[in-house]
Each structure stands twice: as C-alpha cells, then as structure tokens.
C-alpha cells in the first residue's frame, strides 16, 4: 500500500509540473503571437498593455486552455482504470 502511495505523489508531482510547463509554453507562444499582431497594426484602438491584457484573458477561456486541464486528469485516470481492471 505504500508503494501505490508512492506512485499517486510521483504521479501528482509529474501532472503538475508537466501541466505548468504546458501552460506556460502555450502562454509564451500566445503572447508572442498577439505582440506579432501588435506590431502589424491589429490593436489601433488600444494601448499594447490593454490589447496584450484583453488578449490573455481571452485565451484564459479558450478551449485550449480547458483540454490542458486533461494533463492533471488523464494520468490518475489511467492509473484507477488499470487498478480497477487489474484487480
């Protein structure tokens, strides 16, 4: 039983680090995207931090933003159906 422990917190600690490491690659290419957007003239209206800010937070909702949720899921999922199947 403690072995099983031991494999849900190297678990946990894996679909954490691989969750953020996603998210903040993902973040980083996005706002690298809107500053290129930016630079050819889409955000006239706003001031670049408005604009980058406005954009951040619409992809803070984006459906890719949701599916990246999955990394913390999938693993625990995966592990519980094989121990249910398993056994």
Do not use: C
């Not at 949701?66 to 592990?79: E, S, W, Y």
Request: aromatic content about 12%.
């Amino acid at each position: 039983m403690v072995g099983f422990g031991r494999l849900l917190v190297l678990l946990a600690v894996m679909a954490i680090s691989g969750y953020w490491v996603l998210r903040l690659s993902l973040a980083s290419r996005k706002r690298e995207a809107l500053e290129a957007a930016w630079n050819e003239g889409a955000g006239d209206a706003l001031d670049f931090d408005a604009y980058l800010k406005s954009g951040m937070a619409a992809w803070e909702n984006s459906l890719p933003q949701r599916i990246l949720r999955l990394v913390m899921l999938l693993p625990f999922a995966v592990v519980g159906a094989l121990v249910y199947f398993a056994n």
